[in-house]
């Protein structure tokens, strides 16, 4: 289950279509509410995949307290800074989400959250998120690639 299966898909569809007709008759304030339109629809997306690379995936907070990355191994890499930044995190990924409505061009919705996720994932890594390489178990002696 995604953030986003609460919705009726025949409404991400009608913002994408308002969003396609605005852009295809250049209509730039039809274009610009639409786009703003989808951006809110989305918004707790970016929300959940953040949570999702804090949690583990659990909708619990495993090692994080106020921002600050309080030691326990959380699979996540924090970067340089020494500390977990949930605000700049969150901000990171909403200006991905923005960024992935903006590139998207395929007129059906059903794959944009999949493609939404990996800008948002793409970014997160990018603001120095990274998560902990799996370390191999000496029962798996195979090619490391």
């Known amino acids: 289950m995604t953030a986003l299966d609460h919705r009726p898909p025949a409404t991400d569809q ?6 396609h007709r605005a852009t295809r008759d250049q209509l ?8 703003d339109a989808l951006f809110r629809h989305y918004l707790p997306l970016a929300g959940a995949v953040v949570r999702s690379r804090t949690t583990g995936g659990s909708g ?20 340089a800074r020494g500390g977990f930044d ?5 901000q990171a990924a909403e200006v991905a989400l923005a960024r992935a409505i903006l590139d998207w061009n395929d007129p059906h919705a059903e794959r944009f959250e999949s493609f939404a996720r990996l800008i948002i994932n793409r970014e997160l890594r990018a603001f ?18």
């Open 28 to 35: 730039a304030i039809e274009r610009a509410r639409a786009e």
């Open 86 to 90: 949930r605000q700049g995190a969150e």
């Open 128 to 145: 120095g998120w990274r998560t902990r390489p799996r370390t191999r178990s000496a029962a798996n002696t195979g090619p490391a690639w």
């Open 60 to 79: 619990i907070d495993s090692g994080i307290d106020n921002g600050i990355d309080n030691g326990i191994d959380n699979g996540i890499d924090s970067g």
């Open 14 to 19: 009608a913002l994408w279509d308002a969003l």
